[in-house]
Each structure stands twice: as structure tokens, then as C-alpha cells.
């Protein structure tokens, strides 16, 4: 059974940057799809991107899109989430996820049954 464990969250001000990381273990990494998602207080959980056993197949949520960078480092077991020009409305816990596979719409990921524990992202001036 594969275990995901994230880190990488803070408090930054807006415009900032952050790196997330997602440590996988109990399968091999180069065989998994890779996601992550986020929930904030309130709202439903909203996929932030995936990426696929090959790296040329990755998606990303439109609202993070051109911001948010998602790659993979299958030597090290670990996935990684660079977050760029963080804005207001990115605060949430941040959760990797092992999909089916990666799609557009993030259905798959979004009903991952394996998932982390999350890391907290705070955005404040």
C-alpha cells in the first residue's frame, strides 16, 4: 500500500513562493500517478494538478495554471509541487494523492483513496 507524506507549507506574503514535497513510499514511485489537491475552510476540494508516470503528461487547475509547477523525481521517491506568485485565495491544506491516472477534470484524483495527511499553506500581507 503506498504512503504519502507532504511538507513544504508556511506563511508567506502574496507574490511569494513556496515548494511543496511529496515523499512516497510502499510501492514504486515510477509507477504511479501523482496528484494533489487542496481544501480550504469551507469550500470544496478543488484538484491543483497531476502528474503522469511520464512526465509529458501533466494538468494543472485553472486557477494555478502558469503559477504552479508540478514534477517528479522518481530517484528520490518524490514528488514536487512549485508554487509561484502565491495569491490570497491559495491558502489550504495541500494533499498529494496517488490517482488511477491523471485528467483534465481531476475526477480521479480527487477520489484517490490514498492520500497525505496534508501541509498547510497561509497567504497574508
Known amino acids: 500500500q503506498v504512503q504519502l507524506v507532504e511538507s513544504g507549507g508556511g506563511l508567506v506574503h502574496p507574490g511569494s513562493s513556496l515548494r511543496l514535497t511529496c515523499a512516497v513510499s510502499?510501492?514504486?514511485?515510477?509507477?504511479?500517478?501523482i496528484g494533489w489537491f487542496r481544501q480550504a475552510p469551507g469550500k470544496e476540494r478543488e484538484g491543483v494538478a497531476c502528474?503522469?508516470?511520464?512526465?509529458?503528461?501533466?494538468f494543472y487547475g485553472d486557477s494555478v495554471k502558469g503559477r504552479f509547477t508540478i514534477s517528479r523525481d522518481n530517484g528520490k521517491n518524490t514528488v514536487y509541487l512549485q508554487m509561484n506568485n502565491l495569491k490570497p485565495e491559495d491558502p489550504a491544506i495541500y494533499h498529494c494523492?496517488?490517482?488511477?491516472?491523471?485528467?483534465?477534470?481531476?475526477?480521479?484524483?480527487?477520489?484517490?483513496?490514498?492520500w497525505g495527511q496534508g501541509t498547510q499553506v497561509t497567504v497574508s500581507s
Open positions: 494523492a496517488q490517482p488511477k491516472f491523471c485528467a483534465s477534470s481531476f475526477n480521479y484524483v480527487l477520489a484517490a483513496r490514498s
Open positions: 510502499g510501492i514504486p514511485m515510477e509507477s504511479l500517478a
Open positions: 502528474i503522469n508516470v511520464l512526465e509529458e503528461g501533466t
